[in-house]
């Protein structure tokens, strides 16, 4: 077990609904990142969370946002879902010290009907 | 933008002999590069990685070696096995911010 962990495993809703998914991290890990796999393709970057605030993000809309809690649990919500948004959201998390290292979660698989 | 380009799609090895991968970047800032291993159904796992500072790094069967003059670098697994089948990720972190790109992946099988 990594220690970073995600919820739900799996998910089905239907175009046009919203959707949040949850990230627990490790204590310690204040960057948590996002990522969408589609299908037979590599992670895509989403967006990044450093000490509750994003500071970098992907080629994704506004309809994607994201909150990180001092927790060290993060989420990610999806608005106005989309045929295409369904794959794999993973996060991955990484203590200030190690200042490379990701582990990522074992992802939420979004399915949009 | 950045892009990382990752060959090939697809590779087939008979088990014992080595599997090479191979990756190229478009950030000539990028200084860190991982490799990461997915198998069916689970998270990317990462199996090593190397920063701009280093040329080559080897973790048992497992060897990284980065040119960035030529913004490339590879994997390379020797006496695969067959557990070592899996789709293999590289990636890249550029200098500017946290981002790491990701290629599109390798699915390597290990014939018996």
């Known amino acids: 077990e990594t220690g970073v962990t995600q919820s739900p495993t799996h998910l089905i809703k239907t175009r046009g609904q919203q959707v949040t998914l949850r990230c627990s991290s490790q204590s310690g890990h204040n960057t948590v990142s996002w990522y969408q796999q589609a ?14 605030e994003e500071n970098g993000r992907g080629n994704f809309p506004p309809r994607f946002s ?3 809690f001092p ?11 989309e045929l295409d948004d369904s794959a794999l959201y993973l996060c991955a998390s990484r203590p200030p010290e190690a200042n490379y290292g990701y582990t990522f979660g074992s992802g939420t698989r979004l399915t949009v009907v | 933008g950045e892009n990382v380009e990752q060959h090939p ?3 087939s090895v008979q088990e014992g002999d080595s599997a090479v991968i191979k990756c190229t970047y478009s950030d000539s800032a990028s200084n860190y590069f991982p490799w990461y291993k997915q198998e069916l159904g ?20 497992i060897a990284v070696t980065l040119n960035k003059t ?7 697994i020797t ?20 981002k ?7 699915r390597l099988h290990i014939l018996p």
């Open chain 2, 100 to 106: 790491i790109i990701f290629g599109k992946g390798t």
């Open chain 1, 66 to 68: 994201g909150l990180q």
């Open chain 2, 42 to 61: 689970k998270r990317p796992q990462l199996i090593i990685d190397i920063r701009s500072n280093v040329g080559e790094k080897k973790d048992q069967r």
């Open chain 2, 70 to 76: 030529a913004k490339h670098f590879s994997l390379h």
């Open chain 1, 39 to 52: 299908l037979g393709q590599g992670p895509q970057f989403i967006f990044q969370y450093y000490r509750e």
């Open chain 2, 79 to 98: 006496e695969t096995q067959p557990e070592d089948s899996a789709v293999y990720f590289c990636a890249a972190r550029g200098n500017r911010d946290d």
């Open chain 2, 9 to 11: 799609s697809t590779l």
């Open chain 1, 71 to 81: 927790n060290y649990s993060s989420e990610l919500n999806v608005n106005a879902l």
